[in-house]
């Protein structure tokens, strides 16, 4: 990973990084400064400039966050773990944080993607994502603590989670959730194919087999799936 972070239109610089930050809040502020001295009216005036001053500084940072969750979605989608990365530890080094959880999520994602699987603990651990936190986040700690406790041979502890998982797996929406509900089934495979479940390579195919699977998720599946073919193919009756 360079030292330098992307910024406008994907570059990177130091110049680019600070039209995607501030440049905008900073046009935006010096033009409703000039408007407001040369307008030459009266305080209640003045006083509405400085309420569409306030909306437009709102709507930026509502652009910025979305902006900044497409592109960790995208990049999760086609298994850039160094871009998630990037963009979440960037995220989570501001001042201002929105999502913390969600950031660190995304984080431990990325080293999934590398195979750390201590930093993948590590990283949902730190994000403490409780009973009352959001579904969609509790999900996605639970799939990628199940994929780091099966690669570290914790199996049981896999299965205690897998367990733990199912009635929030039967809650997400097919559609509006689909990359998690592929998540969580390739999360299920892990444990059904590390117990030597026959349903296993089953769960995998339909994982590949899924129109709505991400590239990358897609990919570790198929990989998984051509490893269990391998290992049963060497494995004496």
Known sequence: MTNTRRGFLGRRGWVWTVIASWF???IMTIAYVVFAITAGTT??????FGLGY??????WFIIRTLTQTAALSRAFDVGDGDLILEIATHALSQRFVVGRARLLLYQAAAYELRGEWPNVLAKVAEANVGPDANR???VLAASLSITALVESGEIAKARGAVDELAPLEQAL?????AQLVCSVKLARSRVL???????GPVVLQQVIDDIRTGAATRDRARSLLADQKTQSAV???
Do not use: F, I, Y
């Open 24 to 26: 905008v809040p900073a």
């Open 43 to 48: 305080v209640l005036a003045m006083s509405w």
């Open 54 to 59: 306030l909306m437009v500084l709102c709507v």
């Open 136 to 138: 969609r986040l509790r």
């Open 173 to 177: 929406n097919q559609r509006l959730d």
């Open 193 to 199: 194919v590390a117990e030597g479940d026959p349903q």
């Open 235 to 237: 494995t004496p009756a």
